[in-house]
């Protein structure tokens, strides 16, 4: 059922802080996400401060939705080779990085 394939995914990222996010719950495909997105609302964002990608180490990488302990080393290692990361689009050039979360990625993260 869908409606407990959403709850069950913003239960497992901590909650919902934009729509976008649903367009990863399995099975939500473009047509049923557009009719849900009409109608659905964030009543109640978590509370959630954006981390400082040129300040964050592994670990706190890593503990953020849509990442893991291999995704962070490899934007640290990129951060660390260019001396810091001045866009999100940067993140594109790193291998592993999926460009179609960028925009996900932006929510979790800040450019100071």
Known sequence: ML???IVNYRIKIGGFLDE???KDV???D???RDKIT???RLVKKPEF???DINSAGVLELSELPYFNYELAREIIDYRTLHERINNFKELAKIE???ADRID???LYLKIN
């Open 49 to 51: 401060e954006r981390i």
């Open 3 to 5: 409606s407990r394939r």
């Open 26 to 28: 399995y099975g939500l």
């Open 104 to 106: 996900i990625i932006q």
């Open 20 to 22: 976008i996010q649903l």
């Open 96 to 98: 592993d990085f999926e």
């Open 30 to 32: 473009y047509e049923i």
């Open 38 to 40: 009409l109608k659905f």
